[in-house]
């Protein structure tokens, strides 16, 4: 069965930078792409973007437009996500997940805990 | 940018059936897929284009979307159920969520 396993939790210094990666096993990386998406301590879902397995072009969220990266290693099947100038606000679970080709998020990683602490 | 808006709660009884709705312009005419997550624990897809079930999801969980609400409904509602539900659409190259509804399984 398709699994994503993501990178252990982290903390961060505010202005730091962090990079989650998820590494998909099965057949998930022949899925359209990879999504991003986050949740604050009692918040709901937030999306941050997405990433195509095929293509390599990636589509952000207006909210995080300049402070994240996403990118995708074919050979490992590998994908990543990096948030740059980190402050408290950005303490969350960050979640991967396959993105199909009607845009749902059909298998999910286990999330990763980003805390933001100086 | 089209937003959702999700009734921030719903109680339901058990065995009784359980609406959560999600409300936006003319969402009626996109793809509306729902997520249940359990205090916890992981997001899980539980309806996809509307009305489509993963393999593994009960057939009490069904959904629909019509003008500018889609619906999941939960028939013979389990204890099971308690959970934030999120409805989830693709607009214009982004994903827009609903804010979450929380149900609560008398």
């Known amino acids: 069965q398709a699994q994503l396993v993501q990178s252990e939790g982290e903390v961060q210094k505010p202005g730091a930078s962090v990079k989650v990666s998820c590494k998909s096993s099965g057949d998930t990386f022949t899925t359209y792409g990879f999504t991003w998406v986050r949740q604050a301590p009692g918040h709901g879902l937030e999306w941050m973007g997405w990433i195509s397995t095929y293509s390599g072009d990636t589509n952000y969220a207006q909210n995080f437009q300049g402070r994240v990266t996403m990118t995708t290693d074919s050979s490992t099947g590998t994908s990543y996500m990096e948030l740059r100038s980190l402050t408290s606000d950005d303490t969350a679970v960050y979640y991967c997940?396959?993105?199909?080709?009607?845009?749902?998020?059909?298998?999910w990683g286990k999330g990763t805990t980003v805390t933001i602490s100086s | 940018s089209l937003e959702l808006t999700q009734p921030l709660s719903v109680s339901v009884a058990l065995g009784q059936t359980a609406t959560i709705t999600c409300e936006g312009n003319n969402i009626g005419s996109k793809n509306v897929h729902w997520y249940q997550q359990k205090a916890g624990q992981v997001p899980a897809l539980v309806i996809y284009r509307d009305t489509k079930r993963p393999s593994g999801i009960p057939e009490r969980f069904s959904g629909s979307n019509s003008g500018n609400t889609a619906t999941l409904t939960i028939s013979r509602a389990q204890d099971g159920d308690e959970a934030d539900y999120y409805c989830?659409?693709?607009?214009?190259?982004?994903?827009?969520f609903g804010g979450g509804t929380k149900l609560t399984v008398l």
């Open positions: 989830q659409l693709w607009d214009y190259n982004t994903v827009v």
């Open positions: 997940a396959s993105f199909g080709l009607y845009f749902y998020m059909d298998v």
